[in-house]
């Protein structure tokens, strides 16, 4: 039957399609990795459609808005206690409730934990649960193994993080020297990150209330975590979803000069640097660096700061990322214009 288009979907789906003994249809087979809803998801469907529409026609000639600025940031800090999962949000707005959400939320992390002894093999099923409860602890530091589990073999550990990285729950990212494209031809394969599938169960796990966590900073807790899953998901969700998304990040190992970016992406043919600075302070040493190295046109700092371009650095608001392509492709080449308001 030709005609007939067969949708498959599942939890942990990819378990079955990277089994040895299943049969791939070769050029018969599309595709397509869902992810949760980005925060311009969110404000569609929280109703805020002015707001976006401002959003994505904002240049950098006019003056930025300090008060719709603040209300973003709220909603942002909204929107990493709720995350993207569909049942979260569908949830939210049916009942206005945090509570009702961390429930949701706890169910949601049950329910997978439930599903690896469904699909791995009874000596993989103890690692993937380990690897699941440690990982949203592990976002931005790099990975060692014994930092998850000094008795447990590494190979062990590497065979769990291939599984839960093929079920789409954990991210990798990549270490890369960044010095051409694509950044997998730099690649270290044993200097990694990780990013969790999304940033409402990454801040479940704080195990936090609602009200002490908007009543606080949010975005400051655990070392600033929070905003560097937030930024990974916001760029894995930019990409295409008929491909496998990569992330990469970038570090300079030299004694006196430790340098590290905490995403490198590309616009076309232009090496960015990104550096994710989650309070309201903070030194941009590490992007002037690779600028200099790679002698790269422009760094990229996401923050709570308002937008703004000043001395080759784009600083976007944490809640803007979705424009970053935009903003990039347009930036004034007469230098003259490289003070448009300042930090």
């Known amino acids: 039957m030709p005609e007939l288009h ?3 979907a599942g939890s942990l789906l990819e378990f079955t399609l990277n089994a040895p ?3 791939m249809p070769v050029g018969r087979i599309q595709s397509l990795y869902l992810k949760p809803l980005s925060f311009y998801e969110y404000l569609a469907a929280t109703g805020n459609d002015q707001w976006l529409n401002y959003l994505k026609n904002i240049t950098l000639e006019e003056p930025f808005d300090e008060l719709l600025h603040q209300k973003l940031m709220d909603r942002l800090k909204e929107y990493l206690l709720l ?3 569909p049942a979260v949000l569908q949830s939210f707005l049916q009942h206005g ?4 959400c961390q429930e949701k939320q706890a169910a949601l992390l049950e329910t997978y934990r439930g599903d690896f002894g469904k699909y791995a093999k009874h000596t993989d099923h103890k690692y993937l649960q380990l690897l699941f409860a440690k990982a949203p602890g592990l976002i931005g530091q790099t990975i060692k193994y014994s930092s998850i ?7 062990d550990l590497k065979r769990a993080i291939h599984l839960l990285t093929c079920a789409g729950i954990i991210h990798p990212v990549f270490s890369t020297q960044a010095s051409g494209l694509p950044f997998s031809t730099t690649q270290r394969d044993n200097k990694f990150k990780l990013l969790f599938l999304d940033v409402g169960l990454v801040q479940y796990t704080t195990r936090l209330s609602a009200d002490i966590l908007l009543a606080s900073d949010v975005l400051l807790l655990n070392r600033g975590m929070l905003a560097e899953q937030f930024v990974g998901q916001e760029l894995l969700m930019m990409m295409p979803a008929y491909e496998r998304a990569d992330l990469y990040y970038w570090e300079r190992e030299k004694v006196g000069s430790m340098a590290e970016v905490d995403y490198v992406i590309n616009v076309g043919s232009t090496i960015l640097p990104l550096e994710v600075k989650s309070g309201k302070t903070g030194r941009l040493k590490s992007i002037q660096v690779f600028l200099n190295e790679k002698n790269s046109p422009l760094g990229v700092r996401i923050s709570q700061h308002p937008l703004s371009y000043e001395r080759n650095i784009l600083s976007l608001p944490l809640y803007m990322i979705a424009e970053l392509k935009r903003f990039v492709k347009n ?3 007469d230098p003259c214009k490289n003070n448009l308001h300042g930090f």
């Open 149 to 155: 589990d000094q008795n447990v073999q590494s190979r």
């Open 21 to 23: 003994d299943f049969r």
């Open 6 to 8: 067969v949708i498959a």
């Open 97 to 100: 409730s945090y509570q009702l």
């Open 331 to 333: 930036i004034p080449k």
């Open 83 to 85: 995350g993207g999962m």
